[in-house]
């Protein structure tokens, strides 16, 4: 009891490995039934099993129909009671080893569905959260400027440049005018004297 115990316990191995004596056998052992199993229901749910056993069935029939009375193990007047035996045994091991793998296969898709709904929700998630993002640049695009916007902007700036740039040429051309008359006044007061 105590050595099991410091089987269990021991903290070179992660815990997922820590295993008794013969557990990890059992297993395998457990493993490899399934996979058994499912390997027999599957072959028997084929229709090479059916037409197979069909033959075999036939077989039997005709050879203990036909052949001489001595050479027959099977009775066609007791109604062929091996066969009728040896279909009975199928059928009650086919039965619980199809239950088997029924029960593995349903452990797979629990197991499956479990995975796709987690997926599902992470895509979910994830839309949620892309949509959210998608109306907060909205939003933020709504402060930032437009073409159009940028546009009216600069054609506006323009028109208040060339303004400018018109109001700064009369009053350098007034300017000039006003630096001729002081000129032109001067040489004629130059021109008196």
Request: hydrophobic share 40%.
């Amino acid at each position: 009891m105590a050595r099991a115990n410091r089987l269990e316990n021991r903290l070179d191995s992660p815990k997922g490995l820590r295993t008794g004596l013969g557990r990890s056998g059992q297993r395998q052992s457990r493993d490899r039934f399934g996979r058994f199993t499912e390997g027999v229901a599957r072959a028997m749910g084929t229709p090479w099993f059916l037409l197979g056993l069909t033959v075999f069935c036939i077989i039997w029939v005709v050879y203990n129909s036909y052949v001489p009375v001595d050479w027959r193990f099977d009775s066609a007047a007791l109604g062929f009671t091996a066969l009728t035996l040896i279909l009975s045994l199928q059928a009650s091991y086919a039965a619980p080893l199809i239950l088997l793998a029924q029960n593995r296969q349903d452990d797979r898709d629990r197991v499956q569905f479990e995975q796709d709904r987690q997926r599902a929700e992470r895509n979910l998630n994830d839309t949620e959260y892309l949509a959210r993002e998608v109306v907060a640049l909205r939003l933020a695009m709504k402060d930032v400027a437009s073409k159009d916007f940028i546009r009216a902007e600069l054609r506006s700036l323009l028109a208040d440049l060339d303004e400018q740039h018109v109001e700064q040429r009369a009053e350098q051309q007034a300017e000039q005018q006003a630096d001729r008359a002081e000129r032109d006044a001067r040489e004629r007061s130059t021109a008196r004297d």
